[in-house]
């Protein structure tokens, strides 16, 4: 007979996190930045079963039906190496993964845009973002700036040690976007819109990604779309989303006209770059009202199983009075488990209308 010594008991690896959804869950492997949709069965399962042995679960199944579909669970968990089988007595010595959540800087994310390339200018602000201890900024160059407008942000960038830069620029031909990263180590990604064709690839041996996209990236409108290509399976997002907005905590942001913003595409902002220092614009209660705003609170959202791997917006809304409403560009529908056009969605053309987008290409 066994005893508590040597019998096998399963459970969930910690970095394997559950998310319960309306009509579906989600298991997110945040160690292998990977999901997988789950019946809400199996997640019952695995919220209620864990410390049990398999065959402990098998034996207490209604009918030789159930038991299939269980063995089926399991065949696909331990498949997929998301549960482990230990002996019953140190099954208690695997706790729970900590869900507190922060980063060692007071701004973790900023967004520039500017049709200025002036070295004063772009440097006042790019040195105020590293006294933020800013993690990863991205500088978007508005049309008609000068072919040399990369290299001059770059190297702005490097004289005040800003890291993990993401450039977005406007196609030119001639320029070889390629060897950018080469010079410029601190560069980790680089869009080029306006392109003929919507591309995107990674340089080998390089942690960088060079992408051709068609659209004006430079319109604050082409933001805020909710999409799978954008999910974010890792735990600090994860953690993140539990306590925070994914898209504007600690995010600051600088419009082309050099207005400060939570991001460049919310109508309300905190002065001008030139008069009011950032640092400033940080402390004000009325700047960080958006950064706690969770998936969990907002309407729909609330009920999908993606909400904690996704991204978020708090600028294009189904309800533009409602801090809570849905994203007006996100498709999916958590109450059928399927995705549409959300453009062509007559509930919310309304809503697209309220933002100028049908008539600017933006509602794509």
Not at 252 to 261: E, K, L, P, W
Request: aromatic letters at 10%; a negative charge; one cysteine or more.
């Amino acid at each position: 007979m066994e005893d508590n010594c040597t019998r096998q008991v399963f459970r969930l690896f910690a970095s394997c996190l559950l998310t319960t959804g309306s009509k579906r869950a989600l298991l997110s492997d945040t160690q292998r930045h990977c999901y997988y949709t789950i019946s809400l069965a199996l997640y019952e399962l695995l919220h209620t079963a864990q410390g049990s042995s398999i065959d402990a679960v098998l034996d207490a199944c209604a009918d030789h039906e159930e038991k299939q579909i269980m063995k089926s669970y399991f065949d696909f968990l331990l498949r997929e190496e998301l549960i482990f089988l230990c002996p019953e007595a140190i099954s208690g010595n695997f706790p729970p993964v900590n869900t507190a959540f922060d980063v060692p800087a007071t701004i973790a994310n900023a967004i520039i845009v500017t049709r200025r390339t002036d070295a004063d200018y772009l440097y006042s602000i790019c040195q105020q973002l590293t006294k933020l201890n800013c993690l990863a900024t991205e500088i978007i160059l508005t049309r008609n700036t000068p072919p040399s407008g990369p290299e001059t942000v770059l190297d702005i960038c490097r004289q005040v040690a800003l890291d993990d830069i993401h450039l977005v620029v406007p196609f030119s031909p001639g320029i070889a976007y390629e060897t950018l990263p080469l010079t410029y180590g601190n560069l980790v990604s680089l869009t080029v819109y306006g392109a003929s064709e919507d591309e995107e690839r990674y340089e080998e041996g390089l942690r960088y990604k060079l992408r051709y996209a068609t659209a004006d990236l430079s319109d604050p409108r082409a933001c805020g779309c909710i999409a799978e290509k954008y999910f974010t399976p890792d735990l600090d997002h994860y953690f993140e989303s539990l306590q925070h907005n994914t898209c504007l905590h600690r995010k600051i942001s600088v419009d082309a006209d050099g207005y400060i913003r939570n991001c460049p595409s919310m109508k309300q902002h905190f002065g001008h770059v030139n008069d009011v220092p950032l640092a400033a614009v940080v402390d004000k209660p009325a700047f960080r009202q958006y950064w706690h705003i969770t998936k969990d609170q907002v309407a729909v959202c609330r009920d999908c199983e993606f909400r904690h791997i996704c991204t978020d917006c708090r600028a294009y809304l189904e309800d533009p009075d409602d801090a809570y409403s849905k994203p007006l560009k996100c498709g999916y529908d958590p109450y059928t488990c399927t995705w549409e056009d959300w453009s062509s969605h007559p509930l919310k053309r309304q809503a697209a209308d309220f933002y100028e987008m049908h008539n600017t290409g933006q509602a794509q």
